[in-house]
């Protein structure tokens, strides 16, 4: 039985994956749990996709490898990860290799210790410029102003939750930038936070800017609100006789 089933969407991080993927697993085999890692390449138009298939075919490989026809977006890639994974806890982080996996073992624990639904990362010290940093404080505080949350970060990618929080959410462009508002939604109420490690990028390039994450984003945060008023997941009342 998978216990622990680490996703990651990629697209065109050719020079993360081998690096990304020895850290993975020195971090999560500390856990001492059997453990799966899911690799979504999202329409990558270099190596990643060949980078991958070397982690695969390694013996007694933990590493499933998947490819998008064309490039979905991170969402989506995150929402084929959620269907693909065999474990009971999914911990979701980016490719780029800014996420530190250290990290891992301490979310896992906090999930399993408060009994959480979710543990989102947030990131303590951030290696980003001024205009990324501004930018990001902007967007949280706004996402949080009209969805009613208090998340902290909720662009950090590097989270840990348990499958069934993510069984029946709605998937669509930007999913990624709202799972624990869409979480919550869906009835699931335990949600902590924990301060990680964020690293600079030192190889390949940024696939997001401001300016093209500005628009999405206010329209994204409306589409959410609606979410958040007129979704409903029933549940059926167990009757103890």
């Known amino acids: 039985m998978i216990e622990i089933s680490v996703i990651i969407p990629i697209k065109d991080e050719e020079e ?17 749990r059997k453990w799966e890692c899911i690799w979504i390449d999202d329409g990558s ?17 933990v590493h499933r490898v998947f490819q998008h026809e064309k490039c979905f977006g991170q969402s989506a890639a995150l929402a084929s990860g959620f269907a693909l994974a065999r474990g009971k806890i999914f911990v979701t982080l980016d490719g780029d290799g800014q996420n530190d996996p250290s990290c891992i073992p301490d979310l896992v624990k ?74 919550r939604i869906a009835g699931y109420e335990k949600i902590f936070e924990l301060p990680v490690k964020h690293r600079p990028r030192e190889r390949g ?7 093209n994450r500005l628009w999405v ?20 009342k167990k009757n103890l006789k």
């Open 16 to 32: 993360n994956i081998l690096v990304l993927a020895d850290e993975i697993e020195m971090s999560v085999s500390s856990l001492g």
């Open 45 to 61: 138009i270099d190596k990643s996709f060949e980078k991958l298939k070397l982690l695969e075919k390694k013996e007694n490989s």
């Open 110 to 183: 906090k999930l399993i210790e408060e009994n959480a639904d979710v543990v989102n990362g947030w990131r303590e010290k951030r290696h980003d410029n001024v205009i990324r940093k501004l930018s990001s404080r902007i967007a949280n505080g706004s996402r949080n102003f009209f969805t009613g949350e208090k998340i902290r970060d909720v662009g950090c990618a590097l989270r840990v939750m348990r499958k069934e929080c993510v069984e029946k959410i709605s998937v669509f462009k930007g999913m990624h930038r709202f799972l624990p508002t869409l979480i």
């Open 205 to 211: 390039k940024t696939k997001y800017g401001v300016w």
């Open 217 to 236: 984003g206010i329209a994204d945060t409306m589409a959410v609100c609606w979410m958040k008023k007129r979704l409903v997941f029933p549940k059926l």
